[in-house]
């Protein structure tokens, strides 16, 4: 895979000291946890980092960032000839003829998949799964918009999920089969992978796993009219079709602290205060900025998403300025020395136990009766000690997850699925130990109590794909 071109940030006319603003902004709010940046400018990388435990080549859920690589599929079919955008969604799926009557859900079209205005008023993905268990698409056709498809936005998990399978009837490909020659591997982006629905195909709506760097290269090549390295990939027109308003969010939502999501919606993407970006829960960003002609990628752990956008625009743009800057060689230099030493706060505790040792060595711990019913699905915690080194032992189900204790800072274990963890005996009754799934946004937080011989857990945010630790890992092996 070819890098992507480097510069210093004063050559591409960005102040260092707005990216330090922006990084002070982001590790000083106690609701967001950053776990990747890549600054574009220029067609350059002006600043790149990592907040250990995580690492540059490593996997990370999009959440509903996917839909935007969805989006990109579509505009490849549509210039194929294999879509078109105002065709009746039930057109692509005759097999379901006979059950959908409803004249508003016969009156749905492929743009109205695109562009979250199907009709329905809130999300229907888990109304849509209560009429056909099997079949998303047909349950999704067979709920009736309640307005004309078309007039109302809402943001509607099998409404792209429905796009999702039209690309892959069309084709006789998943996704990342028919992106692979077409976009993945034009961009220079490696290994990806996509959860796929329980009739095989991959969600579309979410669960695509990919590096930060491949954020960053889709949102160059939207920046540059859909041209990668003087090719066209992307049909000419698209990119200005999926990143303008096609529908109206502001009554969606009327929350004035959330301001850039009242900006309009295109096709799978988010219209911002200032460019528009793709979006997945728990802040991953793709952020398209035509007016400063940068892109901005990141993957991180929050529930105050619209925070980290108020921190961009605070910070980032005023940053952008014009280039060179000169005489800023020492502020790039320290800026690039922060951005090599991110790392996020380990949670502490000793390395061994300071009492009851031999009590510790080979326990066992069942769950805390008070967890409540959406808890993590780990059923047992044994702790155990082989000459001076400790290990706490999760089991779920057939996984075994042998987690090392006391070795300072955050330990990554890649086996059986890639986790850090950190933290230790925090009394002597007590051990606590964060398990970062280095694959997802998420933490699970274990903690072991000795008298009650019981452990309690919680994830730091809720899994959307289910609460099996062992589902928070990329689904390799499918193509």
């Known amino acids: 895979m070819t890098a992507l071109p480097m510069s210093s940030p004063a050559a591409q006319g960005v102040a260092a000291s707005g990216v330090h603003a922006f990084l002070d902004g982001l590790e000083a709010a106690a609701d967001i946890e950053p776990h990747s940046l890549m600054i574009l400018r220029h067609d350059h990388v002006v600043a790149s980092g990592w907040w250990t435990p995580y690492s540059p080549q490593r996997l990370h859920l999009l959440y509903s960032l996917s839909k935007s690589f969805t989006a990109t599929a579509a505009g490849l079919a549509v210039a194929e000839g294999l879509i078109r955008l105002d065709d009746p969604v039930i057109s692509y799926f005759p097999e379901f003829e006979a059950d959908i009557t409803d004249p508003r859900s016969r009156a749905m079209l492929v743009r109205h998949l695109a562009s979250m ?26 709920l009736p918009p309640d307005r004309d498809p078309g007039t109302v936005f809402a943001y509607n998990q099998p409404a792209t999920y429905t796009l999702a399978a039209i690309l892959q009837k069309v084709t006789g490909q998943t996704l990342t089969a028919y992106l692979r020659p077409r976009l993945l591997d034009p961009l220079g982006i490696g290994e990806t992978a996509w959860i796929r629905y329980r009739t095989g195909g991959e969600l579309g709506f979410s669960g695509l796993h990919a590096a930060t760097d491949a954020v960053a290269r889709l949102g160059q090549l939207y920046l540059r009219d859909g041209v990668w390295d003087g090719e066209r990939l992307l049909p000419e027109g698209w990119v200005a079709e999926a990143g303008r ?68 625009w605070e910070h980032l743009l005023p940053a952008f300025g014009p280039r060179p800057l000169p005489g800023r060689e020492e502020d790039d230099a320290a800026l690039a020395e922060r951005l090599a030493r991110l790392t996020l706060p380990a949670a502490p505790g000793k390395a061994t136990p300071p009492e009851h040792a ?118 390799r092996g499918s193509v």
């Not at 979006?279 to 960003?285: C, E, K, L, P, R």
């Open 117 to 142: 205005s199907s009709g329905h008023l809130e999300d229907a993905l888990e109304r849509a799964r209560a009429l056909d268990t099997e079949n998303l698409v047909r349950g999704f056709l067979l």
């Open 245 to 312: 308003v096609h529908s109206e969010t502001a009554s969606a939502a009327p929350d004035a602290a959330w301001s850039d999501w009242q900006q309009g919606y295109g096709f799978q993407f988010w219209m911002s205060r200032h460019g528009y970006r793709g979006d997945g829960a728990y802040g991953q960003f793709c952020l398209v900025l035509p007016e400063h002609d940068a892109v901005i990628a990141m993957t991180a752990q929050t529930e105050n998403m619209q925070k980290v956008l108020d921190l961009v």
């Open 358 to 475: 031999e009590a510790w060595a080979g326990a066992g711990f069942a769950p805390d009766a008070a967890m409540p019913e959406d808890r993590p699905a780990v059923t047992a915690v044994r702790v155990s000690v082989t000459g001076e080194s400790w290990h706490v032992t999760l089991v779920e189900d057939d996984l075994r997850l042998e987690l090392p204790l006391g070795q300072g800072g955050w330990t990554v274990v890649e086996e059986p699925m890639p986790v850090a963890v950190s933290g230790g005996w925090t009394d002597p009754d007590t051990l606590v130990v964060d398990v970062a799934c280095l694959e997802t946004p998420h933490h699970l937080l274990v903690t072991c109590s000795l008298p009650d011989a019981a452990f309690s857990a919680r994830w730091s945010t809720r899994p959307l794909h289910g609460r099996s630790l062992g589902s928070l890992r990329a689904p």
